[in-house]
């Protein structure tokens, strides 16, 4: 399923890419438990893309790691 057609987003909601098995995998792994759709997107997109470093004021991504293991840098702090 694709619900938009522009970046990395396109590529995680798309069941037949192997990013997507990632997308899900974070959901139902990473704390807090049940993690949402949108975040665990955005968390498999920075793995794919090597990003560490994200903007957001959602508080619980400062909880979230990498590969289930590395913090993201979040700004602001």
């Known amino acids: 399923m694709i619900l938009c057609d522009t970046g990395a987003l396109v590529a995680l909601l798309n069941a037949g890419d192997s990013a ?3 997308c899900v995998q ?3 792994h990473l704390p ?3 993690l ?3 975040d665990a997107s955005i968390v498999a997109a ?3 893309l090597g ?3 994200l903007f957001s004021l ?3 991504f400062h909880i979230y790691r990498l590969y289930g293991r ?7 702090e």
């Open 46 to 48: 920075a793995e794919v």
């Open 26 to 28: 974070a959901a139902a």
């Open 58 to 60: 959602d508080s619980d």
């Open 70 to 76: 590395e913090p993201f840098t979040i700004v602001p």
């Open 32 to 34: 807090p438990e049940p």
């Open 36 to 38: 949402n759709f949108a």
């Open 51 to 53: 990003i560490k470093t």
């Open 20 to 22: 997507h098995a990632r």
